[in-house]
């Protein structure tokens, strides 16, 4: 089977061709550049940005991959969530094209695609590795714990009731007067610094449940910086302040994340999502999971951000298990959560 797979939630225009398993071309053009000197993204620019690369894009996708429209068998593309006007340019492009080629469609939930998306190793999926798991997926937007049951049936444990860990990464930096996007930047700067010389709370550490919250953390930053407004102007003291706060962050991920695969019985866990890049986080979930002898599947940073990749591989999926297809007359979900991703059983 051929997928066409079409990603525009947010600020990456990206097109995939997946056969059989096997990514053969995924193209992304990000729009960090556009967005940069705003500090932030600009929804009606991001939409804009979306339409003028979208053809372009396909083509090079096509291209890269050596494949014709005609050889295609279905297309995909996300749904939600995401930005509205952002989803809608590659939504409704990837309906016309299933239109035009009078093959399936589906559209696919943005959360789910980042939930699967460290089952993609190199250039294919890799499927046959599958365990059942604990997930964490950490992005710009979200930050969710969730449970994969079986391949395609997973619940949601928890998630944050405030900021995401992406939203605190970035909201610190820009407090810090880093460049956007801020995560990158903190990261960067705590490999040099030291992650104990500040005490930053770790928020809902120490509560049962499976919910995050970050908005605390920044709050606490902003007032710490507020008291000690030269440190901006020493850069090692930059690199302590990056290393300290990156140090909380990531010391509550990794702990609330393996205390629910303990308390499930699940000897495997994942992460996937922008801020999975993240140094810190990768070196606390590595040595974590050797502790307690569990099996690690971090997604691959080329699949960590978005990318069209993980939506192409997730769709061959769920058409190889399910007869589910999406109407041509859909319409995006701007506020589709993971819990409402239609749930196939194998
Ligand atoms: O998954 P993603 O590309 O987009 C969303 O769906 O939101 O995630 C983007 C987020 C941003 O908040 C960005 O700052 C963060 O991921 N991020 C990082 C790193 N790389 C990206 N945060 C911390 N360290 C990084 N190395
Ligand atoms: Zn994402």
Same mark, same amino acid.
């Given at each position: 089977?051929?997928?066409?797979?079409?990603?525009?939630?947010?600020?990456?225009?990206? *097109?995939?061709?997946?056969?059989? /398993?096997?990514?053969?071309?995924?193209?992304?053009? @990000?729009?960090?550049?556009?967005?940069?000197?705003? /500090? +932030?993204?600009?929804?009606?620019?991001?939409?804009? !940005?979306?339409?003028?690369?979208?053809?372009?894009?396909?083509?090079?996708?096509?291209?890269?991959? #050596?494949?014709?429209?005609?050889?295609?068998?279905?297309?995909?593309?996300?749904?939600?969530?995401?930005?509205?006007?952002?989803?809608?340019? /590659?939504?409704?492009?990837?309906?016309?094209?299933?239109?035009?080629?009078?093959?399936?469609?589906?559209?696919?939930?943005?959360?789910?695609?980042?939930?699967?998306?460290?089952?993609?190793?190199?250039?294919?999926?890799?499927?046959?590795?599958?365990?059942?798991?604990?997930?964490?997926?950490?992005? +710009? /937007?979200?930050?969710?714990?969730?449970?994969?049951?079986?391949? &395609?049936?997973?619940?949601?444990?928890?998630?944050?009731?405030?900021?995401?860990?992406?939203?605190?990464?970035?909201?610190?930096?820009?407090?810090?007067? &880093?460049?956007?996007?801020?995560?990158?930047? *903190?990261?960067?700067?705590? *490999?040099?610094?030291?992650?104990?010389?500040?005490?930053?709370?770790?928020?809902?550490?120490?509560?049962?449940?499976?919910?995050? @919250?970050?908005? +605390?953390?920044?709050?606490? =930053? #902003?007032?710490?910086? !507020?008291?000690?407004?030269?440190?901006?102007?020493?850069?090692?003291?930059?690199?302590?302040?990056?290393? @300290?706060?990156?140090?909380?962050?990531?010391?509550?991920? =990794?702990?609330?994340?393996?205390?629910?695969?303990?308390?499930?019985?699940?000897?495997?866990?994942?992460?996937?999502?922008?801020?999975?890049?993240? #140094?810190?986080?990768?070196? +606390?979930? !590595?040595?974590?999971?050797?502790?307690?002898?569990?099996?690690?599947?971090?997604?691959?940073?080329?699949?960590?951000?978005?990318?069209?990749?993980?939506?192409?591989?997730?769709? !061959?999926?769920?058409?190889?298990?399910?007869?589910?297809?999406?109407?041509?007359?859909?319409?995006?979900?701007?506020?589709?959560?993971?819990?409402?991703?239609?749930?196939?059983?194998?």
């Amino acid at each position: 089977m051929t997928v066409l797979a079409i990603e525009t939630s947010c600020d990456e225009t990206s *097109v995939a061709v997946i056969r059989n /398993g096997r990514v053969l071309s995924n193209v992304i053009a @990000s729009q960090v550049e556009l967005h940069s000197e705003y /500090g +932030g993204v600009v929804p009606e620019l991001a939409a804009r !940005e979306h339409l003028r690369k979208l053809a372009p894009i396909t083509r090079g996708a096509l291209a890269s991959a #050596r494949v014709e429209p005609a050889q295609i068998d279905a297309v995909a593309a996300t749904q939600g969530p995401g930005l509205p006007n952002a989803l809608l340019i /590659g939504f409704k492009a990837a309906q016309a094209f299933a239109f035009a080629l009078e093959k399936p469609f589906l559209g696919i939930n943005h959360h789910e695609a980042h939930l699967y998306s460290p089952w993609i190793a190199g250039d294919r999926a890799d499927f046959d590795a599958f365990q059942l798991n604990v997930s964490l997926i950490v992005s +710009g /937007g979200h930050t969710i714990l969730v449970q994969v049951l079986a391949e &395609l049936t997973h619940v949601v444990l928890g998630s944050t009731i405030d900021d995401a860990a992406g939203e605190c990464f970035d909201k610190v930096a820009k407090l810090a007067g &880093l460049p956007y996007p801020g995560g990158p930047e *903190v990261d960067r700067l705590a *490999v040099r610094g030291n992650p104990k010389a500040f005490e930053f709370p770790r928020p809902m550490l120490r509560d049962q449940s499976d919910d995050f @919250s970050f908005a +605390g953390l920044k709050t606490s =930053v #902003r007032y710490f910086l !507020e008291k000690n407004p030269n440190l901006l102007e020493d850069a090692q003291r930059m690199c302590d302040l990056c290393a @300290s706060v990156q140090a909380a962050i990531v010391e509550v991920l =990794v702990t609330k994340t393996i205390r629910a695969a303990r308390r499930l019985g699940v000897r495997c866990v994942t992460a996937s999502g922008g801020v999975t890049c993240n #140094r810190g986080l990768r070196q +606390g979930l !590595e040595s974590a999971c050797r502790d307690e002898r569990f099996t690690l599947r971090l997604a691959e940073r080329q699949f960590c951000t978005d990318n069209a990749a993980m939506i192409g591989v997730l769709a !061959e999926r769920k058409l190889m298990h399910s007869t589910r297809k999406t109407s041509l007359d859909a319409e995006i979900l701007p506020g589709m959560s993971l819990a409402e991703a239609p749930i196939e059983a194998r």
